[in-house]
Structure formats: structure tokens, C-alpha cells
């Protein structure tokens, strides 16, 4: 059993930066490609991006590409997404999640119900 904690979230204004971590313990990290995903009030959780077991790929949601970037340090056991350039249309509850699905193509990552664990939330506000 994987548990993940979420951790870095706050209030920024639009066009300041903020950095999500999830600390994963439980299982062996690496054997985990992990993602982030996003939901606000009345809406389905929405994918903003994945990396695969060993890092090697990356994949994002339009909205944030070229913003956010995400990564992992296995020898931490931990993935963050660093969030740039935030808009109020970044406002939301941030989810990091890990599926034991073990592929190259990160694509293939961004529904979520291809994760197996998930972290509490860290909520994610930015004013204009």
C-alpha cells in the first residue's frame, strides 16, 4: 500500500510560481510512474501532467504546458511540479497520484483511472 502526501501549496498571485512535492512511502517508488492532476468544485479531476517510473518522459496537459513542469527523485521518493506563470485558471485542488502501470509512453497516463493511489489534495490559489 502507497501513501502519498501532497505539500507546497498556497496562495500566489497570477504570474508567481509555487512547487507541489509528494512524498510517497509505502512501496518502491521507482516502480511507479506518478502524475498530477487538478479538480475544482463541480468539475471531474483533470490530468495537468505525468513522468514515468524512471523519469525519462513527461507528459502535459495543453492549459500547462510550457508552465508546469514535473519531475522525481527517486532516491527521495518523492515527485514535484513546479508551476510557473500561475493564472487564476490554475485555481484548484492539486492531486499527485501513482499508478503501477510500467510503460515509456506517458501519454497513455492521463485518465484517472489508470492510478492506483492517491494523495489527500493541497489547494492551490491564485488572485489576479
Known amino acids: 500500500q502507497v501513501q502519498l502526501v501532497e505539500s507546497g501549496g498556497g496562495l500566489v498571485q497570477a504570474g508567481g510560481s509555487l512547487r507541489l512535492s509528494c512524498a510517497a512511502s509505502g512501496g518502491t517508488f521507482s516502480n511507479y510512474a506518478m502524475g498530477w492532476f487538478r479538480q475544482t468544485p463541480g468539475k471531474e479531476r483533470e490530468f495537468v501532467a505525468c513522468i514515468t517510473w524512471s523519469g525519462g518522459s513527461t507528459y502535459y496537459a495543453d492549459s500547462v504546458k510550457g508552465r508546469f513542469t514535473i519531475s522525481r527523485d527517486n532516491t527521495e521518493n518523492t515527485v514535484y511540479l513546479q508551476m510557473n506563470s500561475l493564472k487564476p485558471d490554475d485555481t484548484a485542488v492539486y492531486y499527485c497520484?501513482?499508478?503501477?502501470?510500467?510503460?515509456?509512453?506517458?501519454?497513455?497516463?492521463?485518465?484517472?483511472?489508470?492510478?492506483?493511489?492517491w494523495g489527500q489534495g493541497t489547494q492551490v490559489t491564485v488572485s489576479s
Open positions: 497520484a501513482a499508478t503501477r502501470t510500467r510503460t515509456n509512453i506517458p501519454v497513455t497516463l492521463t485518465t484517472a483511472t489508470k492510478y492506483d493511489y
